[in-house]
């Protein structure tokens, strides 16, 4: 007989949500937790390992020392929000209210909860591009939408204007979208948003915009936030965060901008899921997104050298490599190994080889679509590279 601990149940446990068991638990985040327990050269999850600019943490500290401890203004401190109404106008040409259109959240990842979650209703439909962002995926079952997916197809990542057409329809709610894009590099151009925008109009829909990397650019590629587009302004949600820019992903700090009555809408859910982002980190925000131009400079600069350098490693391997034109991942094709799948592929990587990378099918609703490809990220220092410079040779003898 198994004797029953105290305070534990004897029989069934009580039964769990339906919601939570309709999607497992990130793969990105899996790969980081093996890549520690096999001491792997981590290139699979999307953070830098290399110091957040000074000025930035001195600012956090400052405002720690000040007692700036405790609940900002739950939708986020007035200098924060002046700080990035003031930004979005200086990058994008768009004037927005900080009094009424901005919501600082827990992440990009908590705006585009909140920002779900503020427009869904029973029935509704989102569509979203894909190899998509794997977050995607449970903010919509969460939020209650129903995903249309549409390819975007290598090498170009382009799609094609019909599918997309044939996916908006009387029920779509949103369209979600990602430029620069994870985990493609993809830059969405002008008359791709022109496409969008027409559909968005036509159907009466929001689009919201996830932009977190809109300052990693290779080969001339331009960011363009599509609330910059004729028609879009009172219908997208643009979602950013300081995580990937000011290389501070463990703050948790982001934002969503949006018109004033969606604005009303993600400010609820904010409050009641999370009250508000951290007080003191938000000081430190207001600092960052007042950076003179030479900073985002050189943080393009000195992606576009770790690009090259990571290109360079994954084709001496022997990858096939897509080369991003934003954001700071490389998707490969990774056939010519004869591995069954990417998923064996990469626990092979991890374990014998020393080096993480997150499985292409973790982008993918139908998993074998991904099966050939492997996402890694260059968001890493030199010394990171060597280590899987020399790691990765070994794969070669296997193509
Ligand atoms: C496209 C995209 N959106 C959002 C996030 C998460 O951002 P945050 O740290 O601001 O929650 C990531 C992180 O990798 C990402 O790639």
Redesign the pocket.
């Known amino acids: 007989m198994n004797p029953v601990q105290p305070g534990r149940a004897a029989a069934a446990s009580p039964k769990l949500s339906l919601k939570a068991e309709r999607f497992t638990e990130s793969v990105?985040r899996e790969m980081t937790r093996l890549a520690i327990r096999h001491s792997a050269v981590n290139l699979s999850?999307?953070f830098p390992d290399f110091p957040a600019p000074a000025e930035i943490k001195r600012a956090a500290q400052d405002a720690i020392a000040a007692d700036i401890n405790q609940y900002a203004v739950t939708w986020g401190t007035k200098k924060f929000r002046d700080a990035i109404a003031a930004n979005f106008e200086r990058t994008q040409g768009v004037s927005v209210d900080p009094e009424r259109e901005i919501t600082v959240c827990c992440?990009?990842?908590?705006?585009?909860m909140s920002a779900m979650l503020a427009i869904i209703n029973p029935g509704d439909e989102v569509v979203v591009f894909e190899p998509f962002?794997e977050?995607y995926g449970p903010d919509a079952i969460l939020s209650g939408a129903t995903p249309r997916f549409v390819k975007l197809r290598p090498p170009d990542w382009t799609f094609d204007p019909d599918e997309l057409a044939a996916a908006f329809g009387p029920n779509t709610k949103a369209i979600i979208l990602?430029t620069p894009?994870?985990p493609t590099g993809k830059v969405f151009e002008r008359a791709e948003f022109e496409k969008i925008r027409d559909l968005c109009v036509k159907w009466n829909t929001f689009a919201i915009t996830?932009e977190?990397?809109e300052h990693m650019l290779y080969d001339g590629a331009k960011h363009i936030s599509l609330a910059t587009l004729d028609g879009m302004r009172d219908r997208t949600i643009t979602?950013n965060?300081?995580?990937?820019t000011y290389s501070v992903?463990g703050w948790?700090?982001?934002w969503a901008i949006a018109p004033p009555e969606a604005t009303a809408a993600i400010r609820k859910v904010h409050d009641f899921l999370t009250v508000g982002a951290a007080a003191p980190l938000q000081e430190a925000g207001a600092v960052a997104m007042n950076s003179p131009a030479s900073y985002y400079q050189s943080l393009a600069t000195e992606y576009l050298a770790r690009r090259d350098r990571l290109l360079g490693i994954l084709t001496s391997a022997g990858f096939k490599c897509f080369k991003p034109r934003g954001?700071y991942y490389i998707m490969t094709d990774i056939s010519a190994f004869g591995f069954p799948d990417d998923v064996t592929f990469a626990k092979y990587l991890v374990t014998e080889i020393g080096v993480a990378a997150v499985p292409g099918s973790s982008f993918y609703l139908d998993r074998d679509e991904g099966k050939n490809h492997l996402r890694f990220t260059f968001c890493k220092k030199e010394s990171t590279f060597q280590a899987a410079a020399e790691r990765l040779a070994r794969l070669r003898a296997k193509v």
């Open positions: 990105i999850q999307g992440g990009s990842t908590e705006a585009m962002y977050n990602n894009n994870n996830d977190i990397y979602i965060a300081l995580s990937k992903t948790r700090v982001g954001a």
